[in-house]
């Protein structure tokens, strides 16, 4: 009985911790091949799986996505097991990581999954294929380019969140894998020894940060003037963006020129803004006005007059893009805006109305984005 239990412990025991495509997979070597034609047939199965990946390079970054057109980071790890084995894995990041056989980094080999902590909730968010000499090929939606792209985990964002490593296929013997030279099986070379066409770490694209130059053009609404008209104007902006991850979390730093035109009060304004966000979805700016013409409402008690329009400190607001749409050529996106405006009654008599809607903005607008570096 004891040696009983002891068998099946042992073989309870490598059926957890074994590589989950140890088999069940057409390429999957039969259960009395040697040590050399399993070593193969997994070399061969993780090339396949890395040419199917590298078919969606440029592919743009789209959550829930699993086409060329739109492809999100665990989707992208789907999609090359699929097209290459015709196998079914997890969907998700975190139901990947349960499913991998978990190994070190410096253990990792070509065709194994790396894992990340990408936010502050500390679960996994994002996965990606590895290459060897600590480089990996993912779908990204954020750093200096985004979509499906070459990374190494020298970059330091990707450094800083990696969690750990796990195997879809057992562990290669020594001296099947051979560093650079590990590509994809059937494209040449002999005995597994196949020449690669990856990028080196030094060509590997880098998420350190990206430049941005975008357009928005918002009409002004008229919420609080009675007999106002509906549409009370326009603010548009053009903006230069750097996105960066040099302070730590990511952050985005904007200058905007924003030219407007004030129907109600009568007016034209150029504020120039910088602004600040954690992402391109959430920003405050603020920032110096002109103000060119002589403000005033019509109420109910005849012209109100406003000052102050022009002044180092004539506006500050709130920018929400509830959602971002990335394509290939730039990302397009429907906003809101709120922002106070420094103009201020020349009148004694008291106007909650009038006052509130000289002293705010409230429009809602769309904005193209593209990467400039």
Not at 271 to 293: E, H, K
Not at 339 to 362: I, K, P, T, V
């Amino acid at each position: 009985m004891k040696l009983l239990f002891s068998a099946v412990m042992i073989s309870l025991s490598a059926a957890v911790f074994a590589a989950p495509l140890e088999g069940g997979f057409a390429m999957a070597p039969r259960n009395s091949a040697g040590q050399e034609e399993r070593a193969q047939a997994y070399l061969e199965a993780r090339g396949k799986v890395i040419a199917a990946a590298k078919k969606y390079e440029n592919a743009p970054y789209l959550y829930g996505g699993m086409t060329v057109n739109g492809i999100d980071c665990s989707g992208f790890i789907c999609l090359s097991f699929k097209d290459a084995l015709g196998v079914t894995l997890p969907r998700s990041s975190s139901g990947l990581y349960s499913w991998v056989e978990k190994t070190s980094i410096d253990k990792a080999q070509p065709g194994d999954l790396l894992f990340f902590k990408t936010d502050n909730t500390g679960n996994i968010t994002h996965v990606a294929l590895y290459l060897g000499e600590r480089r990996f090929i993912h779908s990204t939606s954020a750093g200096t380019k985004t979509g499906v792209i070459y990374s190494t985990l020298d970059e330091s964002y990707w450094s800083r969140t990696f969690v750990g490593a796990g195997r879809a296929f057992p562990e290669a013997a020594p001296g099947v894998y051979f560093g650079n030279n590990f590509s994809t099986a059937g494209t040449g070379g002999a005995g597994g020894q196949i020449r690669s066409d990856f990028p080196t770490a030094a060509d590997a694209s880098s998420n350190s940060g990206r430049l941005l130059l975008g357009a928005a053009f918002a009409p002004t609404w008229n919420g609080f003037l009675k007999n106002g008209d509906l549409f009370r104007g326009f603010s548009a902006q053009i903006r230069l963006v750097a996105d960066t991850y040099s302070f730590g979390p990511r952050m985005l730093f904007g200058l905007e020129v924003r030219p407007e035109y004030d129907g109600a009060l009568g007016v034209f304004r150029l504020p120039i803004t910088l602004s600040w966000g954690p992402n391109d979805q959430i920003r405050i700016f603020a920032g110096p006005v002109l103000s060119f013409g002589d403000a005033s409402l019509s109420t109910d008690e005849g012209e109100r007059s406003y000052s102050g329009g022009t002044s180092w400190l004539g506006t500050a607001g709130i920018t929400a893009a509830p959602f971002i749409y990335k394509t290939s050529s730039g990302e397009f996106a429907p906003y809101l805006e709120i922002a106070w405006q420094s103009y201020f009654s020349d009148n004694q008599a008291f106007d909650l109305n009038a006052d509130f809607s000289a002293g705010f903005r409230f429009s809602t607008g769309v904005r193209w984005t593209i990467q400039v570096r």
